[in-house]
């Protein structure tokens, strides 16, 4: 009864853990958290000093006892405890301005589509650890392709490139569902060298080739017609979309504020419970029960 009580006057939250960045969508408010995804800690204490904006302006000014971690890399949590303490801090945060001292939201998270179950499994406990009464992982591309109103559950398909700061993932969605993909960690780097970035490009371009290759000539020629969809921080690159088109003869487009994409799919998603539970993983919790 009182986890009830608790759930009522919880924030729903959709949750998009990025290798640089973590944001949280809360439903009537939109984003209110965008932050990077640091923590600094006290080792002598083993509490934490500081998570996101505050942490990122204590690295490299630490002392021996104090050190600054990045508990995910490529989109998956590296450091379990850590990634835990971050996501509590947050979604606290989120809740900081109600009345309700335990909240217990139901959290929809997004991961990308090159995890194991292990590490699938650790993203579910790591939330429910900082609160969550229910739990939905959904991946990374799917979130992105409905937080910009993309079709996803028509017989119809489309492509959409995510490039991120740790993981660059191509994937065509049709009926509910992910049909081929990619991905890719070499990333576009905050090095402003041109080889670096020319280089980055054509891989991302390489990986488009790839899977527009195994996908099905139906969808393909979907994709043909509609054009691919770029989010996430790098497809703001300057010149990335014509670069792209032009090398796949796709037209291209950059959704609009392509950062939050996956997060606003994630938040989305909670408002559609019936898409919600067609697009969703099934937990790696439960498997691992059962089996
Ligand atoms: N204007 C820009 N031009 C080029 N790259 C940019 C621009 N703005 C941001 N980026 C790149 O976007 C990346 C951050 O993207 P994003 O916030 O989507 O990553 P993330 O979600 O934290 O990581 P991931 O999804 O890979 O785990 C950074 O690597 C940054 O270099
Ligand atoms: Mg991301």
Sequence with gaps: MFKNFFKQFSKDVGLDLGSSHTRVYVRDKGIVVDEPSI?????????????????????????????????????????????????KYFIDKVHEDGINLVPRPRIVVAAPLEITEVERKAVEDAAYAAGASEV?????????????RLPVE????????GVGA???????????????????????????????????????IDTVKATIEVTPP??????????????????????????????AEIPVRVADDPTTAVVRGTGLLLEHPSVLAEVELPSARLQDKVG
């Excluded at 028509?154 to 490139?161: F, H, R, S």
């Design 166 to 204: 740790g993981v660059t993932e191509v994937a065509v969605i049709s009926l509910g569902g992910v049909v081929t993909w990619r991905s890719i960690q070499v990333m576009i780097s905050d090095s402003h060298v041109r080889e670096a970035i020319q280089r980055s490009v054509k891989t991302i």
């Design 39 to 87: 923590v600094a800690l006290n080792s002598k204490t083993d509490q934490i000093i500081a998570v996101g904006h505050t942490a990122r302006d204590m690295v490299g000014k630490t002392p021996g006892h104090i050190s600054t971690s990045r508990p995910l890399l490529r989109g998956i949590i590296s450091d379990y405890e850590v990634a835990e303490k971050m996501i």
């Design 218 to 247: 139906e969808l393909v020629a979907d994709i043909h017609e509609r054009g691919i969809v770029l989010v996430g921080g790098g497809a703001q690159l300057r010149g990335l979309d014509r670069t792209l088109a032009r090398a």
């Design 154 to 161: 028509d017989a119809v398909g489309t492509m959409i490139v």
């Design 136 to 148: 939905h992982v959904i991946e990374a591309p799917m979130a992105a392709a409905f937080g910009v």
